[in-house]
T-cell receptor, first 113, second 116 residues
């Protein structure tokens, strides 16, 4: 079972910030939070990841609460091309292999003109 | 720099047959994971290969097997195909680091398998 819960769907007006929440209340100290997105008929695309500090890259920002039980992915200026299913995943990095990566159903984000 | 490539793009098979799907990882990557994605669902982890060995496995029967070659490319084999095996099969590659630093996975476009 997925270790995260996300809203099934969200809408966002084009040009506005899209804030996608994720709950991971059972996260362990050595588990990272990853975000991926999947545009229709394509493979998932990595967006960002973090352990406990907030992170920012050219695609998005990741805000992780101090207790690490939830996080928010922020797309600062959503465009129509950001319409996709967004997956929040928690996983460990083990010394000899990765932990199983479990995808939930994700959040279907629709950016509206 | 080529990303993750998968072949074939589409495949139609009959129940009971066997199928082999292929994946070439992104240049410089050494770890390959395979996922099954049914329509309308998130990808389901099948297994992961590193140093030519299966390292992690999801909840899939033994009909699903794989292999990783010395050049890091990988194959997914499915025997005795069932109608329920119809799905998009995704390959993802990543770089294992002994330092424990986390790296993202790069996904290929997938192989669409239809079992009739």
């Amino acid at each position: 079972d997925a270790k995260t819960t996300q809203p099934t769907s969200m809408d966002c007006a084009e040009g506005r910030a899209a804030n996608l929440p994720c709950n991971h209340s059972t996260i362990s100290g050595n588990e990272y939070v990853y975000w991926y997105r999947q545009i229709h008929s394509q493979g998932p695309q990595y967006i960002i990841h973090g352990l406990k500090n907030n992170e920012t890259n050219e695609m998005a920002s990741l805000i992780i609460t101090e207790d690490r039980k939830s996080s928010t992915l922020i797309l600062p200026h959503a465009t129509l091309r950001d319409t996709a299913v967004y997956y929040c995943i928690v996983t460990r990095l083990m010394k000899t292999s990765y932990d199983k990566v479990i995808f939930g159903p994700g959040t279907s984000l629709s950016v509206i003109p | 720099d080529a990303g993750v490539t998968q072949s074939p793009t589409h495949l139609i098979k009959t129940r009971g047959q066997q199928v082999t799907l292929r994946c070439s990882p992104k240049s410089g990557h050494d770890t390959v994971s395979w996922y099954q994605q049914a329509l309308g669902q998130g990808p389901q982890f099948i297994f992961q290969y590193y140093e030519e060995e299966e390292r992690q496995r999801g909840n899939f029967p033994d009909r699903f097997s794989g292999h990783q070659f010395p050049n890091y490319s990988s194959e997914l084999n499915v025997n005795a195909l069932l109608l329920g095996d119809s799905a998009l099969y995704l390959c993802a590659s990543s770089l294992k680091s002994g330092s424990g630093v986390s790296y993202e996975q790069y996904f290929g476009p997938g192989t669409r398998l239809t079992v009739t």
